[in-house]
């Protein structure tokens, strides 16, 4: 019998198929999904800042693009995932609000996915696919068992990437 483990905001979980791993309420944060496709573990980080280096409080590794990612390898490798054969699948990023005279510092989802992209390009972790950008949430659902990542939203319907 197949479990779905919740992931919150600024957590981390893995599980095996046929388990599968659910976020909710990704606005400018962003999930991170890593799988090992050959022993079928999948990841799921609910990233809310692109940097610890900018942060009073750096304890949660999870809250931060950096050392989320670091945490994600560590953890899976512990379980038998090898960092080479790792894949990734991302959503979220949004630009939930706008405000005048926007400066980039208030564009948390974009600073969110460029340092997600290039955490993951600097541990040679291939990224297959991505959601994200726009002004809507979205919940994902990924499944450790074929690396599908179902990607909801309101008023914008769903898919699979």
Known sequence: MSKIIQVG?????????????????????IGICLYDKVIK?????????????????????AKFADTGLKLAI?????NGAQASRLLAKIAGGAQMFKFSG????????????????ENLQLHRIKLLSSDT?????????????????????????????
């Open 102 to 117: 926007e400066s980039d510092i208030m564009k948390i989802g974009e600073r969110n996915s460029v340092a997600v992209k």
């Open 41 to 61: 573990l999948g990841s799921l980080t609910h990233i809310m800042l692109p940097s610890s280096s900018q942060a009073k409080n750096a304890s949660n590794e």
């Open 133 to 161: 950008g726009g002004n809507y949430g979205r919940t994902i659902i990924f499944d450790p068992e074929t690396g599908d990542l179902l990607v909801k939203t309101i008023g914008h319907g769903e898919r699979i990437i």
């Open 9 to 29: 905001m600024a957590d981390f979980k893995m599980a095996t198929a046929p388990d599968k791993l659910i976020t909710a309420g990704l606005g400018s944060c």
């Open 74 to 78: 560590r953890e899976m490798e512990k």
